[in-house]
């Protein structure tokens, strides 16, 4: 994931600099959120089984009853990657803390 979070910055912030003269900063914003959304598919993905997703989403915080509930959950991955308990446990500070830079911030960075 370290690897994958390393190269997307890179890609996306050569991005952001070529279209930070335009007012793009709702779709920056939109773009941010499905970025961060994509990468917890991609993780719930990586933890495959649904014995792997109860114990990581417990290492993450959340209560035992609820990381079964949601790690046995016969949804697909894009849905579960919009769900409230990753949405809570995979949040912003969970991804600034691997290293994955906003967009937005790095918009008004560029713009000011």
């Known amino acids: 994931m370290e690897y994958r979070i390393q190269k997307l910055n890179q890609y996306v912030f050569g991005w952001c600099g070529y ?3 335009a007012d793009t900063k709702s779709i920056f914003r939109k773009l941010d959120g499905w970025i961060r959304r994509r990468l917890r598919m991609c993780l ?3 933890w495959k089984t649904p014995k792997t ?5 417990i290492k993450l915080g959340v209560p035992s009853w609820k990381a ?3 790690g046995n959950s016969r949804k697909g991955y ?4 919009n769900s409230p308990i990753l949405h809570r ?3 912003n500070s ?3 803390d691997q290293g994955l830079k906003s967009l937005q911030e790095r ?4 713009r000011h």
């Open 68 to 70: 079964y509930e949601w």
């Open 53 to 57: 997703r109860i114990r990581n989403l």
């Open 19 to 21: 279209f930070a003269l």
């Open 44 to 46: 719930w993905k990586n």
């Open 94 to 96: 969970y991804w600034n």
């Open 107 to 110: 918009y008004e960075f560029l």
């Open 78 to 81: 894009w849905r579960i990657s």
């Open 89 to 91: 446990t995979l949040g």
